[in-house]
């Protein structure tokens, strides 16, 4: 039964594969985006800081933003698959029902990794540095593609609650307030108290934190409060709460869309 399971997932992750040798360009679209935005906070906002070394700062909270990157991609194909009877399809044949959504979030991961090993690049060649090891290094890159699998599962169950590829960029724009309201681009200590606690307790910031300590960059300020001092725990136990909840919320709703 299990590898049953297990073959069913991987052949829907094949047929998400698939789309990357009959539309390369949206593949590319996929990895330069994040490779441009990369470049364009290093050079615009990056230029302008004149405190320490803001490019070791900056770029390990650009991996953890990159994270929020491209999950419309995987809603709106997800509602698309819906909208034309794709999925119908699907449940009509004898296979593990939760193929299709395994399948599109396995794809997904292996979009998400190729990503950040060209913003690793990209990092490197725009003056970034990581100071330690690679067991620590690899830590690092295991959070930020954790973060990427729990976001992965909001996205896909606000996608089948929308139910229509219009509604997906709607749903979509409150990813925007949490990648930004971080300390991604400054520490919580220089922002109003407010705000400081808000961005601090942010899933986002709690990764880029956790991933700038293991990589061995600076973390500027934070360290004197409990979710400052505690970031890679947060980094491990916020998307394991995301996860908890909207995979079970994904995979009903997925189930009662047969019914």
């Not at 999925?87 to 939760?98: H, L, N, T, V, Y």
Request: one cysteine or more; proline letters at 5%.
């Amino acid at each position: 039964m299990t590898a049953h399971v297990l073959t069913d997932c991987w052949t829907m992750t094949r047929r998400e594969l698939a789309h990357w040798q009959r539309r390369p360009v949206q593949a590319v679209v996929a990895v330069a985006f994040p490779l441009m935005m990369l470049v364009m906070f290093v050079y615009f906002i990056g230029g302008g800081m004149r405190v320490g070394n803001y490019r070791e700062f900056l770029v390990p909270g650009m991996f953890a933003l990159t994270m929020a990157f491209g999950l419309e991609a995987t809603m709106v194909a997800l509602t698309q698959d819906l909208n034309r009877g794709v999925i119908d399809r699907f449940r009509s044949i004898p296979m593990a029902q939760s193929a299709v959504l395994v399948g599109r979030s396995l794809h997904d991961m292996l979009e998400s990794a190729v990503s950040l090993v060209v913003l690793v690049g990209a990092g490197l060649l725009v003056g970034w540095r990581w100071h330690s090891g690679l067991v620590e290094a690899a830590a690092a890159v295991g959070l930020l593609l954790l973060l990427r699998f729990a976001m992965l599962w909001a996205g896909i169950y606000c996608a089948l609650v929308a139910g229509r590829p219009e509604l997906v960029q709607a749903v979509q724009i409150l990813i925007w307030p949490v990648a930004f309201f971080s300390n991604v681009f400054s520490s919580p200590a220089t922002m109003p108290t407010w705000m400081g606690h808000v961005a601090e307790w942010n899933p986002m910031s709690a990764t880029a934190r956790a991933v700038r300590e293991l990589f061995g960059n600076p973390v500027w300020g934070g360290g004197d409060s409990w979710a400052g001092s505690h970031a890679t725990l947060l980094a491990v136990l916020w998307p394991l709460a995301l996860l908890a909840v909207f995979f079970p919320l994904a995979v009903r709703k997925y189930a009662a869309m047969g019914k």
